[in-house]
């Protein structure tokens, strides 16, 4: 596709329920990451998948979240009993470069848990 | 602990002004700093700086990398409303497989 695309781009959940926010990156980006940007901060890492291996996770909060790339392309976060302190922007980022080059990023899925 | 930190938080100023952002990170193996400017969507992209490339330019926006201050600045001149936004300042660690570390951030308003 043309950019990096991300579903839901609102998502209002109750507290308890499970969520799952879509990035589809760009075609033939064989790096994505994601990242959480709360209110006022910066974003930060969650989780990084180069093709469909999960490189590194250490970025996620808690063992209620959960990443996937299955094909190495899309990608899916899931948040399992959501709580407060989970509402930000989950923002999907992707890359042609194994390492090195900018990072191209999608216009974020904004979670907020009531 | 790897970190970034931007200076201002904040910043208002009025069309035709120049400003100067900071940013200076603290990182195990430097490979590359990044600048994005991020209005209310996607983050996107402005420079990249390296030990090869310490000076970008483009248009009104330039920046330079201080790899012995451990530092970066980025500076907007003849300023105008469109340039609102915030500005983000990432650095990528030689070792974190391409991730990048985001400062909180420089939110810039500028007046007609």
């Known amino acids: 596709g043309a950019g990096v695309s991300q579903s839901p781009r609102y998502k209002v959940a109750k507290r308890g329920q499970d969520v799952a926010l879509r990035c589809d990156p760009i075609s033939g980006h064989v790096s994505l990451f994601w990242y959480q940007q709360a209110l006022g901060q910066g974003p930060e890492f969650l989780t990084y998948f180069q093709n469909e291996a999960q490189l590194d996770k250490s970025g996620l909060p808690s063992d209620r979240f959960f990443a996937e790339r299955p094909e190495g392309s899309v990608s899916t976060l899931k948040i399992q009993r959501t709580q407060q302190e989970d509402s930000a922007v989950y923002l999907c980022?992707?890359?042609?470069?194994?390492?090195?080059?900018?990072?191209?990023f999608g216009e974020g899925s904004r979670l907020t848990v009531l | 602990e790897d970190k970034v930190v931007q200076s201002p938080l904040s910043l208002v100023v009025h069309e035709g002004d120049t400003v100067t952002l900071n940013c200076s990170y603290e990182v195990t193996n430097f490979r590359s700093l990044l600048w994005y400017k991020q209005e209310k969507k996607a983050p996107t992209f402005l420079f990249m700086l390296t030990s090869s490339g310490i000076e970008k330019k483009s248009g009104r926006l330039s920046s330079i990398l201080d790899k012995k201050e451990l530092s970066s600045i980025l500076n907007i001149t003849a300023t105008q409303t469109g340039d609102s936004a915030i500005y983000l300042c990432a650095v990528r660690d030689g070792g974190s497989q391409g991730n990048l570390i985001f400062g909180k951030g420089t939110k810039l308003s500028v007046k007609p």
């Open positions: 980022a992707s890359s042609s470069a194994f390492v090195a080059g900018e990072l191209f």
